[in-house]
């Protein structure tokens, strides 16, 4: 089992709806998640962090965290061809990932226009 | 602010020389700092940790004698690939956590190395 999980697409939505990317993540005692993006021959770029269980909006985008779950996920609404890149999420802090984060091995959205 | 700079951002070489790459955080300091590798269409592998003063940490199955770290100041650190061969082709990702922050990475723009 990988230690964070994500889908890996490709995930499409059309122009304007609402994207929703999902990550798990396996050591319960990771502390803080972070979500990165990250363009096609770029590197990556944080666009979210979050610590405490509920959710967490900035502009067009809002992260949720669900520790009983072990579940992270990131909403992007209004979704523009602009957000097509592959987000990375990442887990920081658990025993297994003491001092560095874990990073899944992302997800590909595609938004159409 | 929390600008990462990578110099040089792209750099062909022949096999058996060394590179090295500068990794600096621009407007803040940096307690440790983190070197990552990506081939094509892969996810990211972590390399080492590095903290200043003191020796990196390397992540199990990478050759610390063939890719040495120097994490010199609270704002550079360096990563040198000795006697570099094709299969070191690849994009060499850096990435710092400021002092007093919740370890949020930011990233530097990468080297795309190549060997010939």
């Known amino acids: 089992q990988k230690e964070v999980e994500q889908n890996s697409g490709p995930l499409s939505v059309p122009e304007g709806a609402i994207a929703s990317l999902n990550c798990t993540y396996s050591?319960?005692?990771?502390?803080?998640f972070f979500w990165y993006r990250q363009y096609s021959g770029k590197s990556p770029e944080l666009i979210m962090s979050i610590y405490s269980n509920g959710d967490k909006e900035d502009g067009r985008f809002t992260a949720q965290l669900n520790k009983a779950s072990q579940y992270v996920s990131l909403l992007i609404r209004d979704s523009q061809p602009s957000d097509s890149a592959t987000y990375l999420c990442a887990a920081w802090g658990g025993y297994t990932n003491a001092g560095k984060s874990t990073f899944g091995d992302g997800t590909t959205l595609t938004v159409k226009p | 602010g929390a600008v990462v700079s990578q110099h040089p951002s792209r750099v062909i070489c022949k096999s058996g020389t060394s590179v090295k790459i500068e990794c600096r955080s621009l407007d803040f300091q940096a307690t440790t700092m983190f070197w990552y590798r990506q081939f094509p269409k892969q996810s990211l592998m972590l390399m080492a940790t590095s903290n200043e003063g003191s020796k990196a940490t390397y992540e199990q199955g990478v050759e610390k004698d063939k890719f040495l770290i120097n994490h010199a100041s609270l704002t550079l650190s360096t990563l040198t690939v000795t006697s570099a061969h094709p299969e070191d082709s690849s994009f060499y990702i850096c990435?710092?956590?400021?002092?007093?922050?919740?370890?949020?990475?930011?990233f530097g723009p990468g080297t795309r190395l190549t060997v010939l």
């Open positions: 050591d319960r005692v990771s502390q803080s």
């Open positions: 990435s710092a956590i400021k002092v007093d922050s919740y370890n949020e990475q930011f």
